[in-house]
């Protein structure tokens, strides 16, 4: 299983700003330079983020990113499933570009498909509170003050 580095991105952005302290935003160039990151493409992410209720954005010159809820709110199966626009581990797994010849016997879809099923499974036994045990080791590695 491999998620997508917009997933990837977007958990960072998560760990980054809630690393912050609490009545500090964060800034996108700021992710962007810690996580050598293209702004434009962290702006989709923080967008999308946003979208979903992760994040809060705040417009104007002291404008910003901060969380939108408690980390300990912010489950990271929930986070995977709504960045990740599909799960397709195989051609049959989009019915749409199929076009393998024994899909109708194989058992391979079935199986494959309790693996990614057991795999967010462990990732929702999980919260952003979670990643954050070592914060203060996080906040060395990414020079936050």
Do not use: W
């Amino acid at each position: 299983m491999r998620l997508k580095k917009y997933t990837d991105y977007a958990l960072r952005v998560l760990i980054y700003t809630a690393t912050k302290p609490e009545k500090e935003l964060s800034s996108k160039k700021e992710i962007s330079d810690v996580f050598h990151i293209s702004e434009n493409h962290l702006g989709k992410i923080v967008h999308q983020l946003n979208r979903f209720g992760y994040i809060e954005t705040i417009r104007g010159r002291s404008g910003g990113i901060k969380l939108a809820k408690d980390p300990a709110e912010i489950n990271i199966g929930h986070v995977v499933r709504a960045m990740e626009d599909d799960f397709y581990l195989l051609e049959c797994f989009n019915s749409k570009d199929n076009y393998c010849v024994i899909t109708p016997a194989c058992k391979l879809k079935g199986l494959l498909h309790d693996a990614l099923e057991a795999f967010l499974e462990v990732l929702e036994r999980y919260t952003l509170a979670d990643l954050l045990l070592n914060k203060d080791e996080l906040k060395q590695l990414m020079d936050i003050k």
